[in-house]
């Protein structure tokens, strides 16, 4: 799931930084360096820039590699940037990372992912690692930054490294005007009237009936539960089907890989949505994608170890190629034609099952090859959860997707606190970073109600049987119905 912890804060960062605070990040020497025994390191001549770079060999674990001690300031942010090769590896992709080790005076000991790459191999030569890290606003004794991540027996080479402090005047941006300079359009109406008619008494009323940005929320409850839909206040644009589709959610237990749930996710129940069967009234009454349902399946694959079917862990090779091939696993693609979207593989970031079992590590993109094929018309995604949360760098994060030039969809967006002003703090900044960016073009939350939601209710909207508003809830609906309107 997608969680934006407490910290998380809505302002642009100034790109200019200042303060380098490392030592020999060109890596023309040893110098300033650690490397423990058992790895071993030594200048080499293949390198990004300059005239050296450092290869690190002989690593028995995946958390060895170089590493230096540097001085920061506490409370302070720090923009991580360096390139790394690998000159081996086993086929599959590895994670490559820069952490950030800070212990403090009473001996307890924080870590910090400040920059990390997935999936890289020999074949994507220099891989370029960017991020940031914050200072602990606690009594920092020692900070120390060291290159990790790669499996043991993955030598790899290092260079131009740099850590520099963020400016402390660093302005943020004016995002109510970059909301309306994205978001917003003038609209000219022209009355014309009877010669006969009294202009003064002539009142003009303009309802917006929809909004073209989509909000929405996953749906996924118990299918005896039905609301009355007056009750909620909570409206959505957009909708995805929450567990309802997941591949372990049907045929999890035998090669019977039943969609019955997702057969029944058309229509309406008069003025109610049935939610446990992912009916929507955001849905069209007949299914045709032409009435613009806007609702998202998810998911076709789930590649996480745990949630892989046992029948299909047992399959290997060309016999899970056909399973996975066959027309029955992309069922739900060619049945659901008023889906607009589809999580192809979720977690794909963090689950390779797939690749693994059938030792290729692009084997992803044969997925989404397939359901493509399958039904060409809809919208493929990547889907994973910790891409720009975590931290506070959510803008950072999104400007370096945003690089690739595909739409960005914030899928399963939840914020967690025990007290719900803060919480609606929280949301607010959440969306408004989300909403003032460029690249964003949908805003998904992974569900609403305490009673439902995977969080419970310190994520929640709207609590109780009688869906009571929250003050979370009550933010959420002044952004989307009033100051974005």
Known sequence: MQTLIAWVVCALVASVVSQEVLQNGGFESLDHWDCWSPIQCKIVTDSHSGAGAMEIQNRKKYWQG?????????????????????????????????QVEFEMTDGTHEYKRAASQEETRVDDGWVHLIGLFYVPNKDVRLTRIHFQGPEEG???????ASVKRMPSGAAAADVSSEIDRLRRSNIVVHVTAGANINHGQVNIRVVQKKKSFPFGTAVDTPPTTMLPRQNT????????????????????????????ITK???GRVGGYELMGTCELSAWPE????????????????????????NWVKALHGDELRKVVHGPHWWKPSTHLRALEHWDVNNENLHGKWYQNQLNEPNYNLELFRIAHAADPNVKLFLNDYGVVAWSTDVNHRLDTLAQVGVPIWATELD?????????????????????????????????FWDKTHWLGVNASLVVGDNLQLTAAGRRVLELFEHRWI
């Open 264 to 266: 029944q996710m058309t």
């Open 286 to 309: 007949h299914g045709s994608r032409t009435e613009k349902s806007r609702v998202r399946g998810h998911c076709l694959v789930w590649s996480v170890d745990s949630m892989v079917q």
């Open 66 to 98: 170089p590493s230096q001690y540097i001085n920061v300031t506490r409370g302070t942010g720090y923009e991580v940037s360096a390139h790394i090769k690998l000159q081996n590896d086993r086929g599959i992709g590895h994670r490559v990372e820069l």
């Open 154 to 160: 993955i030598s790899f080479v290092v260079d131009d």
């Open 233 to 260: 206040g909570i409206s959505s644009t957009s909708t995805t089907t929450g567990q309802c589709q997941k591949t372990h959610s049907s045929g999890a237990a035998s090669n019977k890989l039943g969609y019955r």
């Open 415 to 447: 914020v967690r606190s025990t007290d719900e002003n803060k919480r609606a703090d929280f949301y607010e900044h959440a969306l408004t970073a989300l909403y003032s960016h460029h690249a964003v073009e949908g805003i998904l939350m992974w569900g």
